[in-house]
């Protein structure tokens, strides 16, 4: 997924005292990009502790100076097209068996229940719904909004790996997995976060 990308171009920049989730085991040596990137990176780095970590909780896991001096980066995606790929992820990991290429109401119902579920505003959004994050990456504007991030950050640009880019087998448009149902249970479930960044369910045809 994006995050994966975008995490491997900043950890290269990254000190000795710095929290990099694991990252090594999502490479895919197939694609274009070097693996130097990836397979040089030191092992003290790697912290899987704040895998996937809400801000809210980051907050109290690090000194206030740290969470106040650093910048906040996290990528927005259609949530539409956010979910058929968590739904990839989690079976391509066997944490689930019962999706087939369709998102159901009564299968959205089910897990978004489950602990584990990822809950995209609270990576975007403080407990009053106000926009906690310095920068939001566009997944649709990857590499584009990536670029921009350096230039602010004074680093120089880097071509972002296609990481976990083999998950996702199926590559149907997103529309194509939901019914008027599911479609309308992600639109009420992630509404705040639709509205804030613009998105809509965009139907193609086959």
């Known amino acids: 997924m994006a995050g994966t990308s975008v995490q ?3 950890s290269t920049h990254c000190s000795d005292g710095d929290h990099v989730t694991g990252i090594r085991d999502y490479f895919d040596p197939s694609v274009e990009a070097s693996t130097d990137t990836v397979k040089d990176l030191p ?3 790697m912290s899987p502790d704040f895998n996937h970590t809400y801000p809210n909780i980051m907050k109290k896991k690090i000194p206030k100076i740290i969470w106040r001096a650093y910048t906040k ?3 927005v995606r259609n949530p539409w097209d956010f979910i058929v790929s ?3 992820w989690r079976t391509y990991r066997k944490f689930i068996n ?17 602990k584990d579920f990822i809950d995209n505003d609270r990576f975007c959004f403080d407990e009053d719904g106000n926009p ?14 990536f670029d921009m991030i350096c230039d602010k950050l004074k680093i120089p640009r880097t071509k972002l790996l296609r990481l976990k880019d083999k998950i996702r087998k199926n590559k149907m448009h997103y529309s194509h997995y939901y019914d008027s149902e599911s ?3 992600v639109r ?3 509404e705040h976060y639709i509205n804030y960044f613009n998105y809509s369910f965009d139907r193609v045809s086959n």
């Open 98 to 114: 019962d999706f087939h290429d369709k998102v159901s109401y009564e299968f959205l119902n089910k897990y978004s229940q489950k």
């Open 188 to 190: 009420n479930r992630f």
């Open 132 to 145: 906690i994050m310095d920068y939001y990456i566009r997944y649709e504007n990857l590499q584009k909004d």
């Open 8 to 10: 491997t171009a900043l």
């Open 73 to 75: 980066i996290t990528i």
């Open 183 to 185: 479609e309308e249970w």
């Open 86 to 88: 968590y739904c990839c």
């Open 43 to 45: 092992s003290y780095k």
